[in-house]
């Protein structure tokens, strides 16, 4: 009965004390008695809602499609972003997808991330001191 007030679901009750859920709504009936609403059987189902479309002699169109993005802009033919070549890379992109993204060789994608990473080596001897 607690377990019922508690919120607990019928059918739980039933299989945790090894009951069916109808000695479960019995027992609860004994106990409070008979409700308005019996147990044992659910709510009476709902009629199916009602389609409510456009007006008789409305003049109705469905709103124009989304267009897209657009095109992909290209990169300018003989122009190599490092830039965007090395954070491709770094990202983990397929390095033949970044190639042709590029209009590039595979060759050249890993000469420019090798260029651009030995730029960036603070060991390297052409980098000056830190100024600290």
């Known amino acids: 009965m607690a377990e019922y007030g508690e919120g607990n679901d019928v059918e739980g009750i039933a299989r945790k004390h090894g009951l069916t859920v109808e000695q479960v709504y019995a027992l609860l009936q004994r106990q409070v008695g008979p409700s308005e609403q019996q147990f044992s059987s659910p709510p009476p189902p709902y009629p199916p ?3 409510y479309g456009p007006p008789p002699g409305a003049n109705y169109s469905a709103p124009p499609a989304y ?4 095109p992909v802009p290209q990169p300018a ?3 190599v972003d490092d830039d965007a070549i090395v954070a491709e890379y770094g990202d983990g992109h397929d390095v033949e997808a970044i190639a042709r993204r590029h209009g590039i060789s595979v060759d050249d994608v890993y000469d ?4 651009n990473v030995d730029d960036d080596d603070p060991d390297s001897p052409a980098d000056p ?3 600290w």
């Open 49 to 51: 809602p009602v389609y």
């Open 67 to 70: 267009p897209g993005p657009g």
């Open 112 to 115: 420019v991330v090798l260029r």
């Open 77 to 79: 033919p003989g122009v």
């Open 129 to 131: 001191a830190p100024s």
